[in-house]
């Protein structure tokens, strides 16, 4: 079974800019494979100048692809990439989350796929919708931090759901889709993923993926939420670096590799399968699960909040997601917000 695919509405988007787009995305198709392609035939190919070729060589850098450019053999990536297809994401679908995905909207770029799918938050017809972008020009983390986004190497996935509960009955939302991620990335074989409060997916202590979600609803309900998930499949070195924390991506622990459209189908059937849960059981179905990857359980932590820094022991998590702190024999408990959480290495 697959999903049924509604066709989203049309953005206001210069059709210079549909046009480039449009071009880099042939181009990119062309040396997906990873092989040399003379200048010379990928001109032929696209019906554009060997001019033209350059310079769209030089906007593959901008978007963070490493090209690799042999006098007399031509042009190619310096690996291999897997384009984003609706095919290949549907082809791993399970039934149930096919039948709740109402849209499947891959974009060549955009500014971010959570901003994407905020602009339809108000359309209570935009319901199931998940949007994959290839390449975001400002992705976002928590707290304003950008989110590295180079072309074609990692996944970048939002999807707009609608609950019937209020905002603050989904505080604990995060935590339940950080234990839905370790499930999918376990899927993949990956080994040894752990979550830190509230929504870091972390690998030996380095960041492989993060969540965001933005919401907007009633106090008694109902209340969309965009839950933004971005996981680092195959970062290249020279855009990681960009990174001011450690970090890691599948590549470094699957030496076989992943199928990104394998990867985006199994994130999306544990999403889907994530939000109906928490329908029901809201964060106490998860809790279990949660405990189980909690990297911070019983250690010594740091919270920053925005006027300060204190230390304690972390004791779990209570019954709506708020991170318990044991701090000289007294448990404080502190809600995600604007604060950030770290790990001591003792």
Known sequence: MTPTLSVPPRRKVSSARNRRDAAVLELVGLLADGRFHSGQGLAETLGVSRTAIWKQMRRLGELGLEVQSVRGRGYRLSRPLELLSREGISAGLDPEAAGDLTTLEILPRTDSTNEVLRARLDDPAAHGH????????????????????????????????????????????????????????????????????????????????????????????????????????????????????????????????????????????????????????????????????????????????????????????????ALIVEIEGRQRRFSSGEISLRLSTE
């Not at 590799?257 to 059937?269: F, H, P």
């Not at 809201?282 to 809790?287: E, H, K, V, Y």
């Not at 949660?290 to 920053?304: I, K, Y």
Request: charged residues 20%; contains cysteine; glycine residues 14%.
């Open 130 to 321: 998940v949007c994959l972008a290839e390449y975001q020009r400002r992705g976002r983390g928590r707290r304003g931090r950008d989110w590295i986004s180079p072309f074609g190497h990692n996944l970048y996935l939002s999807l707009l759901w609608r609950f019937p509960c209020g905002p603050d009955t989904l505080q604990g939302l995060s935590l339940a889709i950080g234990t839905a991620l370790v499930a999918a990335l376990e899927q993949t074989g990956l080994q040894g993923a752990g979550l830190k409060w509230p929504n870091d997916v972390l690998v030996e202590g380095r960041k492989l993926g993060g969540i965001l979600i933005d919401m907007s609803g009633a106090s008694g309900g109902p209340t969309a939420a965009v839950i933004g998930v971005g996981i680092n499949v195959a970062m290249p070195d020279s855009v990681g670096a960009e990174i001011e924390q450690d970090w890691t991506d599948l590549r470094s622990h699957l030496p076989d590799g992943v199928s990104r459209n394998r990867l985006a189908a199994g994130v999306i059937n544990q999403l889907i399968a994530a939000v109906r849960q928490y329908e029901q059981t809201g964060l106490a179905g998860f809790q279990p699960a949660w405990q189980r990857h909690d990297l911070a359980h019983n250690r010594r932590v740091t919270v920053h909040l925005p006027h300060e820094a204190v230390a304690g022991h972390a004791r779990g998590i209570d019954a709506s997601g």
